[in-house]
Nanobody, 122 residues
Framework: QVQLVESGGGLVQAGGSLRLSCAASGRTFGSYAMGWFRQAPGKQRELVAAISSGGSTNYADSVKGRFTVSRDNAKNTVYLQMNSLKPEDTAVYYC????????????????WGQGTQVTVSS
């Protein structure tokens, strides 16, 4: 069982930055692929960025060059650094853990955090 707790969301002006953190419980954190998803009102949940257990990363086209996902296995924490934020980045951001080698889609993930709100004002 893995429990995930996100933090770091908030209100920021367009062009600003935020860093989200996701703290995980459990001894096997390092074996999970970790993903950051977001869901805006009226829209489907989408994968923003993911990092495999080996450190390979994947990004949605809409955030490439602006967002960076990283992990610190010693701290059981995954991060999402978000720069050059845009109003369309406004959403609830969720951290999730995938136990297998597949981590590109929401059904690949078994554990989810409660979400943290990110609001970007224009």
């Amino acid at each position: 069982q893995v429990q995930l707790v996100e933090s770091g969301g908030g209100l920021v002006q367009a062009g600003g930055s935020l860093r989200l953190s996701c703290a995980a419980s459990g001894r096997t954190f390092g074996s999970y692929a970790m993903g950051w998803f977001r869901q805006a009102p009226g829209k489907q949940r989408e994968l923003v960025a993911a990092i495999s257990s080996g450190g390979s990363t994947n990004y949605a086209d809409s955030v490439k060059g602006r967002f960076t996902v990283s992990r610190d296995n010693a701290k059981n924490t995954v991060y999402l650094q978000m720069n050059s934020l845009k109003p369309e980045d406004t959403a609830v951001y969720y951290c999730a853990a995938a136990p297998g080698r597949r981590y590109y889609y929401a059904p690949d993930y078994d554990y989810w955090g409660q979400g943290t709100q990110v609001t970007v004002s224009s």
